[in-house]
């Protein structure tokens, strides 16, 4: 069965400084990838895709980048964090295309910068 | 552009009965997929179910319906037999094929649901 992990579980960052969640699957084959962020007591936005290794669409532009260097790997970066990047980001897969195509979840990981 | 309302920011609902979580959407396209999920306090989502919109007759899975009228542009999420592990949040979640950002999931505002004892 499929899994999907992410690291670390919760960060706090000083603004400025730099960022990097991991997000990795394991038991499926090019995947689909997805990054979201979850505000306090809001739903969910969509931050950046990943249909194959190197391949990145942006939704939303801001500070900050994603890339997949592996097939299940998913990398979320920025090189100076903004009080406004804290939130619960979220790490998705799925797999195919159309209207059925359903995403699962990581754990998440919780990011307070002060 | 899409959009996903849940007008029900917080329900309470006693154990062993069953609650309707509200769900409207909004969209012009014709192909669309409508998906709820459940997020407990630890914050992870889990998918529950899913309604295609051509979809002949109301998902079912488990305890979980989805009580889909195409006319009204409504799914709304109904949980039988409540337990007291159904407390969290629930989010409604919408994708219109179609679309120019196909792959996104545009998701409501959500519903917190409480099982009382």
């Known amino acids: 069965s499929q899994t999907i992990h992410q690291w670390p579980a919760t960060l706090v960052q000083p603004v400025g400084s730099p960022l990097s969640l991991e997000c990795t699957v394991e038991?499926?084959?090019?995947?689909?990838l997805y990054w979201y962020r979850q505000a306090a007591g809001r739903g969910l936005q969509l931050l950046f895709y990943s249909v194959g290794i190197g391949q990145i669409s942006s939704e939303v532009p801001q500070n900050l980048s994603a890339s997949r260097p592996q097939d299940r790997q998913f990398i979320l970066s920025s090189k100076k964090l903004l009080l406004s990047d804290s939130g619960f980001y979220l790490c998705?897969?799925?797999?195919?295309?159309?209207?059925?195509?359903?995403?699962?979840f990581g754990p998440g990981t919780r990011l307070l910068v002060l | 552009a899409q959009k996903i309302t849940q007008t029900q920011p917080g329900m309470f609902v006693q154990e062993k009965e069953a609650v309707t979580l509200d769900c409207t959407y909004d969209?012009?396209?014709?192909?669309?997929?409508l998906f709820w999920y459940k997020q407990p306090s630890s914050g992870e989502m889990i998918f529950l179910i899913y309604?295609?919109?051509?979809?002949?007759q109301n998902a079912t899975e488990g305890r979980y319906s989805l009580n889909f009228q195409k006319a009204r542009k409504s799914a709304n999420l109904v949980i039988s037999a409540s337990q007291l592990g159904d407390s969290a949040m629930y989010f409604c979640a919408m994708r219109a094929i179609s679309s120019g950002s196909a792959r996104q999931l545009t998701f409501g505002s959500g519903t917190q649901l409480t099982v009382l004892p």
């Open positions: 969209t012009s396209d014709p192909s669309y997929g």
């Open positions: 309604q295609g919109s051509y979809d002949q």
């Open positions: 998705a897969w799925s797999l195919g295309a159309g209207a059925r195509e359903t995403q699962y």
């Open positions: 038991g499926t084959s090019n995947p689909n």
